[in-house]
């Protein structure tokens, strides 16, 4: 879904910087041994999974992938709405 | 006397391995200490030809592993630094001639003859580069700021991450950095490099012909005056012997007055 969109969020189009943003995401691909398509299922389920609890706000919801030295971290942002219990 | 086994590695072929192998080499041995070069890319044998020492080797490493002569009888001594030799590669074998125990044993009889062990690592990540750090201590990754260079570079830093027990510290050479580039945004910086890479800076090489130029006379950059390659080289040598030397400004190397005016504007963070 929105994997790669977010993380492309440039500040600039430069090659530079195109290079900087893809290397990053590749490195944390190689270091997990993670497959390309693997960050979206993710995505989706965990989606799925806060939307039984939550009606989410679908077009502000966020994944991000950090770096923190030779780590990454999964980050996700899921504006809640209202709980549906 | 027990010396320092430094190994000397990039996992990308091209980047610069051998040429940073003798240039650092010839930088220590110019401070003093004396130097052992090992060159273990057995079968693609090259460290003799960039020290101008081809013609000298009689024996090499697998025949000192297989006890066809002494340790001593196989070292070529350099042309001009007396206290730098080379151990050379078989150049008629493969990776398979050699293997880590081998290693381990040679490296540990070098380091008892030498202040500073240099083994020159084949590229790849196999048996190779597996025997090439068996008996090292310390690791040089040489990388270039480009993108397949540096996703080597990383699964080099993971192995020897996974090595944590042997090898106690490794840093980074990032080479053929080409500062213009970077000032244009075409090329990923020093900055960029490290920040993806998470690794510990131990020098910055510029791009410089004159590499090749030395390499044809055989005579590594590092033992000319006033040129900015060798030099960056010697800073190396510097760092590891445990000086502080500041990173030098790439931003001098457009040092032409048209390099100045756009300096002067726009400084370049490299």
């Known amino acids: 879904m929105q994997v790669v969109n977010w993380f492309f969020r440039r500040k600039d189009e430069s090659v530079r910087s195109q290079a900087k943003d893809r290397m990053r995401l590749m490195l944390i691909h190689d270091r997990l041994e993670l497959p390309a398509d693997r960050l979206s299922s993710l995505e989706e389920e965990l989606i799925a999974v806060v939307s039984r609890y939550f009606d989410i706000d679908r077009q502000t919801t966020r994944f991000d992938l950090q770096q923190y030295e030779r780590r990454a971290a999964l980050i996700a942002n899921f504006p809640l709405l209202r709980s549906k219990c | 006397m027990s010396g320092r086994v430094i190994v000397i590695t990039s996992g990308k072929g091209g980047v610069g391995k051998t040429t940073a192998s003798a240039n650092i080499g010839v930088s220590l041995a110019q401070t003093g200490v004396s130097v052992a070069m090992v060159d273990m890319d057995i079968g693609l044998r090259n460290l003799d030809i960039l020290m101008g020492l081809e013609n000298r080797v009689v024996y090499n490493l697998v025949d000192v592993v297989e006890e066809r002569c002494k340790l001593r009888q196989a070292l070529v001594k350099d042309k001009r630094l007396p206290n730098l030799c080379l151990l050379p590669a078989a150049q008629t074998r ?90 244009t945004n075409d090329m990923m910086s020093v900055e960029d490099v490290l920040e993806i890479l998470s690794v510990k800076l131990l020098g910055v090489v510029p791009e410089d012909e004159q590499i090749i130029v030395s390499t044809n006379k055989g005579e590594p950059i590092a033992g000319t005056d006033n040129i900015r390659s060798g030099l960056a080289f010697r800073n190396i040598a510097r760092r590891l012997r445990g000086e502080d030397v500041p990173f030098m400004d790439l931003d001098e190397l457009n040092a032409n007055w048209f390099g100045k005016v756009v300096k002067f504007f726009a400084p370049a963070r490299v």
């Open chain 2, 94 to 183: 493969d990776k398979s001639a050699v293997n880590a125990e081998q290693m381990k044993k040679l490296c540990g009889e070098l380091k008892a003859l030498f202040d500073y062990v240099i083994v020159d690592s084949p590229a790849g990540i196999e048996s190779g580069f597996q025997n090439a750090v068996a008996g090292a201590e310390e690791a040089i990754v040489i990388t270039t700021p480009e993108m397949s260079a540096v996703r080597d570079a990383d699964r080099i830093v993971g192995l020897l991450e996974a090595r944590k027990e042997e090898i106690s510290q490794y840093r980074l050479v990032l080479n053929r950095v080409r500062p213009g580039m970077i000032r």
